[in-house]
């Protein structure tokens, strides 16, 4: 497989961002790429229902960008790109991430979330290793894996939020299937000296998300005059995060976080499932004229909570903030009223999203936990 190779002509980084095509990997091809035009990215997405080509388009001209379809597990194409492109930064977001199709299917988590992550970190230390002493890889060289504080499992009402030092919980097979790359990064780091970097952040929203999670699907469903389903009673509570903010914490990671070290990022922003989209529901009652259903918190519907549902998440963030510097900028009223102009003003970018195979898997989804969504 050939490749056009035009790192020659960029001084700075060379990145190869995995899973680049979805939502947080977008936003932070979108960052790099604006503040750092010096720099060489390569993007390497499957291109799997959650991966859309169509978030890169807008940059496809500039001689910096290229972007690859392919599988992390793919191991002769990683060690290509590697090499071809002497990348020096890895940027891994590639991941199965909906808590729901887990459950119905967990062997895709397992074998993306584990074993790519493995086959990626073998091929990186492969490459980067050699012509260099056992354990050492030059200061430049940096290898970020981008998790979740589902890891950590469920908080109750009182417990501290979590942290590095927070234990391992997973109650889902995708947290577990994110705890087991975790710590094949963070073995990594410590048995072969690979310069790792672990984040474990909240929940992220904001442009670009896949419409099969809580706040894009509830923009889409009031447009569309559907029901807007909440788990269980809706009292579980998650800490938001602006995407932007959590891009500007990746940023900071890799340019000044420490090799071997965790870093927890959170939005300082812990809500109630049933106040978030009562919020949300407000917002688009504002916003948008002419709503099939008005308002639009009539279209609240309870339905089956889902197993091993966490009741609590929250993150504490006073690493990243004491040691590199950075806070979230961006509150929930003004993050969701952000969102929902990006829905509205970019409906050409998620309705062919509303396709027959989605509603079909949403159907699935329904007749195994009374969840019903765009169909």
Not at 86 to 104: G, K, P, Q, Y
Not at 164 to 187: F, M
Not at 295 to 323: C, M, Q, W
Request: glycine share 6%.
């Amino acid at each position: 497989m050939t490749f056009t190779n035009t790192h020659s002509s960029f001084s700075g980084r060379r990145l190869l961002i995995t899973g680049g095509a979805g939502f947080i990997g977008s936003n932070f091809v979108h960052h790099w790429m604006q503040l750092y035009p010096q720099d060489r990215i390569v993007v390497l997405d499957a291109l799997t229902y959650a991966g859309n080509h169509s978030s890169l388009v807008s940059l496809e001209a500039q001689p910096n960008f290229q972007f690859v379809q392919g599988d992390i597990c793919d191991r002769p194409l990683i060690e290509h790109l590697l090499q071809e492109e002497m990348i020096d930064t890895v940027a891994h977001f590639a991941a199965e991430s909906h808590v729901d199709r887990s459950i119905l299917g967990p062997e895709t988590f397992v074998q993306t979330n584990v074993v790519g992550t493995f086959t990626l970190l073998e091929a990186v230390r492969q490459c980067w290793s050699q012509g260099q002493p056992s354990a050492k890889f030059s200061d430049h060289y940096r290898f970020l894996h981008v998790s979740t504080d589902e890891v950590f499992g469920s908080l109750g009402p009182e417990d501290p939020a979590f942290c590095e030092t927070t234990p391992y919980a997973p109650n889902s097979p995708y947290s577990a299937s994110k705890a087991g790359s975790d710590h094949l990064v963070r073995a990594y780091y410590h048995t072969y000296g690979l310069p790792t970097l672990i984040t474990n952040c909240s929940n992220n929203y904001g442009p670009y998300h896949f419409p099969e999670k809580l706040i894009p699907l509830m923009c889409i469903n009031i447009l569309l005059g559907k029901p807007l389903p909440i788990y269980g009673d809706g009292q579980n509570i998650r800490d938001w995060l602006y995407v932007k903010d959590h891009c500007r914490a990746l940023d900071l990671v890799i340019r000044k976080g420490v090799p071997g070290e965790t870093y927890t990022v959170g939005g300082n922003n812990e809500v109630k499932n049933l106040d978030l989209i009562h919020a949300l529901c407000d917002l688009m009652d504002e916003m948008v004229p002419d709503l099939p259903v008005y308002p639009s918190r009539n279209l609240i519907t309870f339905v089956k909570d889902r197993p091993g549902h966490d009741r609590r998440y929250a993150i504490d963030a006073t690493k990243l903030k004491t040691e590199l510097g950075w806070s979230p900028t961006v509150n929930v009223q003004e993050g969701l009223r952000q969102t929902i102009e990006w829905y509205l003003e970019n409906q050409q970018w998620w309705k062919p999203l509303l396709s027959e195979e989605y509603q079909t898997y949403y159907q699935q989804v329904y007749d195994n936990s009374s969840y019903t969504a765009l169909s």
